[in-house]
């Protein structure tokens, strides 16, 4: 019974966007340009919300680009795999999300991005000699803020909703902070924390990520 809610839960792993926003050396870069971004992940995942954290741990990758399109809009496809496990269960996600966002110049400084996501995630549950599958698709919606603070040093907060299954509702909240070596490559650390209503579900995520502009 446990196992069967874990994978209704689960569901969450479908989100993980980063920021399409930037810095050169003294501003934000120009918002034609493209992005790619590699991250490696570092995840525990509680289902019980037990003070004991019986919880699973694990690591994953994700790589995500993003191909601007009349200046201010953009396209994007994204791909992540994570596996995590406890004492005897195995938890394997494959995800993939594409979508469509945009942004907005909020001063010199500042900008505003929005995102409408479609996702496909399966996940995998090994059990022993059991192993099943299941596979959902939705959608979500993304708001997010970057703020430079100083020069080559850009912070970054995000919230997104999306909903796989009819019953239950997933939240994802990203805080972060990237720096700029070069006009054209970054590299930064984000936190991520995942919940689901209806559920104690609850996931912890910490990424480092490594970002391109061509």
Same mark, same amino acid.
């Given at each position: 019974?446990?196992?069967k809610l874990s994978l209704t839960s689960f569901a969450l792993l479908a989100s993980c966007s980063l920021p399409a926003v930037a810095q050169s050396a003294f501003t934000l870069p120009a918002q034609s340009l493209n992005q790619l971004t590699v991250s490696g992940i570092s995840t525990e995942i509680d289902f019980d919300g037990s003070a004991n954290q019986t %919880? =699973?741990?694990g690591s994953g990758a994700r790589a995500e680009v993003k191909l601007q399109w009349q200046n201010d809009w953009y396209v994007g496809l994204a791909?992540? =795999?994570l596996e995590t496990r406890d004492d005897s269960v195995d938890l394997f996600s494959d995800e993939l999300t594409a979508g469509i966002g945009t942004h907005y110049?909020? !001063? %010199? !400084?500042?900008r505003f991005f929005s995102e409408l996501l479609v996702h496909r995630l399966t996940i995998e549950t090994e059990d022993g000699d059991t192993r099943s599958e299941d596979q959902d698709t939705g959608p979500g919606i993304k708001l997010g803020i970057a703020h430079q603070a100083q020069t080559n040093l850009t912070l970054f907060a995000s919230a997104r909703y999306s909903r796989l299954t009819r019953e239950v509702r997933y939240w994802q909240t990203e805080l972060g902070a990237f720096y700029m070596f070069n006009p054209s490559t970054a590299l930064g650390l984000s936190y991520q924390r995942r919940t689901a209503s209806e559920t104690d579900y609850r996931q912890d995520s910490y990424l480092f990520n490594v970002h391109f502009w061509f």
């Open positions: 019974m446990k196992t %919880a =699973f741990d791909g992540e =795999f110049v909020l !001063n %010199a !400084n500042t």
